[in-house]
């Protein structure tokens, strides 16, 4: 067990395989609930290294990424850097609207980041048509290969899990406080809130729930910074 304090730039990489019908395999990477501040600078540097060496097809964005004017800037800086890079799509977080949500969405539009807050879109990538919805449940089941579901807060998919095969969230932070694991439930945390698992098998949809990059109360106990990067292996194959 592991007392984390103050604004330190550690952070792991969960490492999924998922399999689909798709015709060619790819990667997703999900980053949420950045929080960055004036002290976020090494944090920035090495969630570059990092982006840079696993290389994801796409890059999902959800939500809270600063706390503060300085973190905007950070954020900035980190955008600026993968700018080019294609496929990076972005959706709105709670902690956003302190700044605007327009704000945060022309920061991204021009990095050439993808706003995707309560819209979807079909990409084609690798031969695969992919269906990301983000911070939005799609109308009907996609006649896409394979569905994406991004949203912040985590909601229950029981009624949605048919249209989508694999689904992202954030915002619990894991709470960031870990006592206990229990069928990769954390406790105490759960007892509060359901959803603050790290995934959920379901018929049809693999969930993920990210435990983020950051907090605004710095001080995590058990419970580690993630982003989640899951390659989707074609069944095709």
């Given amino acids: 067990m592991k007392l984390e304090t103050g604004y330190n730039d550690h952070f792991l990489v969960r490492r999924v395989q998922c399999v689909a019908a798709v015709p060619a395999s790819f990667s997703v990477l999900y980053i949420s609930d950045l929080h960055f501040t004036s002290h976020s600078g090494g944090m920035v540097e090495k969630m570059l290294a990092c982006i840079e060496q696993l290389d994801p097809s796409v890059i999902l964005l959800g939500g809270d990424y600063a706390d503060t004017k300085k973190g905007f800037q ?3 800086c980190l955008l600026r850097s993968l700018s080019s890079r294609e496929n990076i799509f972005a959706i709105a977080g709670n902690h956003d609207h302190y700044f605007g949500i327009q704000a945060i969405q022309q920061l991204m539009v021009n990095n050439g980041v993808n706003w995707l807050e309560k819209k979807s879109t079909v990409i084609t990538l690798n031969n695969s048509r992919i269906q990301l919805d983000g911070n939005v449940f799609s109308g009907e089941k996609s006649d896409a290969d394979i569905s994406v579901l991004f949203l912040h807060k985590p909601l229950k998919l029981e009624q949605q899990q048919h249209k989508y095969q694999l689904a992202f969230a954030g915002h619990l932070h894991g709470c960031q ?61």
């Fill in 177 to 237: 406080f870990v006592l206990w694991q229990h069928n990769g439930a954390l406790y105490p945390g759960r007892f509060f809130y359901p959803l603050n698992i790290l995934e959920q098998k379901m018929e049809h949809c693999h969930y993920l729930i990210s435990r983020g990059m950051g907090d605004t109360l710095p001080i995590r106990f058990n419970c580690s910074k993630e982003m989640i990067f899951v390659t989707i292996n074609s069944n095709k194959i």
């Fill in 74 to 76: 950070q954020l900035d």
